[in-house]
């Protein structure tokens, strides 16, 4: 098992180093992926975007947060008080809490755990349950449908997102996200050396597609369609717990753009067989910045797509998961599978 560069003989320290980098990290790198989308949307669509708020606009989130920390926290009379208070945590929590076995350098990270991938979309699935407990506790028709968008697209778009994730297992030969990218390090397709993207092409743009869904982001926005459903589950909260949501949507965007980076895009590796160097904290800075450029690639995508694609219907997202996107999955398991095999 690797080891951590927050690892320390003291227990508690070592604790503390681990949740101040985890808490850090869960603060700092929604803040750039959401103010290069302000930017990149701008471009694309033929404006500046931000510009006031700091230089060329950097801190504009900054000031939208001090914004809703201002703004009054209102609860509909109607409400379940107790459940729609604690709805935005429990949609938040899991985007931080698997932000600790993500791996971003060779010792950059909190945990590396031998199920680290299971234990990573397993607490991703929790945050459906903030979803409902929002959709419900709101006592709104729009919050409530909504809600049960969200809950049947999730459930739709979490199959195929675990059968792209488990086909790359089956090649790495283990579960532990450390141990997917060091398989990566030397890995050779007919003897060059390339990243799981080329043989698990199919798993790659499924797991993209599906992170997308997971995540609401256009065109899987049905569940927040403000024509429909103002804003669905999030249209009766306001103030600070608004903004809650708003950070788990862009830190979901890094979450799963890491994730997609350590299974599919060789991780902290510049490129298979390109080893980093032999000093550590040289590795670890070296490593730390290809993953980020690699997340920040994978945001672009993201926000690209946001500008291109117009909004699915609910039906036409549904048939293009169960008809296309599981389908598909299952073929790149059986392929990977045969390919071991036959290996």
């Known amino acids: 098992m690797a080891e951590s560069i927050f690892a320390l003989d003291s227990f508690w320290l070592s604790l503390i180093l681990k949740l101040v980098a985890v808490v850090a990290f869960f603060l700092v790198a929604p803040l750039i992926a959401g103010y290069q989308e302000h930017k990149v949307m701008a471009f694309m669509q033929n404006r500046l975007g931000p510009m006031e708020a700091g230089p060329f606009g950097a801190l504009q989130l ?14 509909p009379a109607a409400a379940d008080k107790r459940v729609f208070s ?32 299971f234990f990573a979309l397993a607490v991703s699935s929790v945050g459906v349950v903030g979803v409902m407990m929002a959709a419900w506790a709101s006592a709104s028709k729009y919050s409530l449908i909504g809600g049960i968008r969200e809950a049947a697209q999730l459930i739709a778009y979490e199959i195929p997102l675990f059968i792209a994730a488990a086909a790359v297992v089956m090649q790495a030969g283990t579960m532990s996200l450390v141990g997917i990218v060091n398989a990566q390090a030397d890995f050779t397709a007919f003897g060059i050396p390339v990243p799981y993207a080329v043989p698990q092409a199919i798993g790659l743009v499924i797991f993209g597609i599906a992170a997308l869904a997971e995540l609401n982001r256009p065109p899987f926005d049905m569940p927040i369609a403000d024509s429909e459903v103002i804003a669905g589950h999030m249209t009766e909260y306001s103030g600070l717990r608004f903004a809650f949501f708003l950070l788990t949507e862009f830190g979901g965007m890094v979450v799963y753009s890491a994730l997609m980076v350590v299974l599919f895009l060789g991780g902290w590796n510049i490129w298979p067989g390109v080893p980093l160097p032999d000093n550590a904290i040289l590795a670890n800075l070296i490593g730390f910045g290809v993953s980020m450029v690699k997340i920040l690639g ?20 549904q048939r293009f998961a169960w008809t296309v996107m599981i389908p598909l999955a299952i073929l790149q398991l059986i392929v990977t599978a045969i390919g071991k095999v036959i290996a």
């Open 62 to 75: 900054v000031a939208d947060g001090i914004k809703f920390i201002q703004k009054e926290d209102i609860i």
């Open 86 to 117: 604690a709805a935005p945590g429990v949609v938040l929590i899991p985007t931080l809490i698997m932000i600790a076995v993500l791996p971003l350098s060779p010792g950059g990270f909190a945990e590396d755990l031998d199920v680290g991938i």
């Open 298 to 317: 994978l945001v672009f995508v993201m926000t690209w797509l946001r500008s291109t694609y117009p909004r699915l219907r609910e039906d036409q997202l």
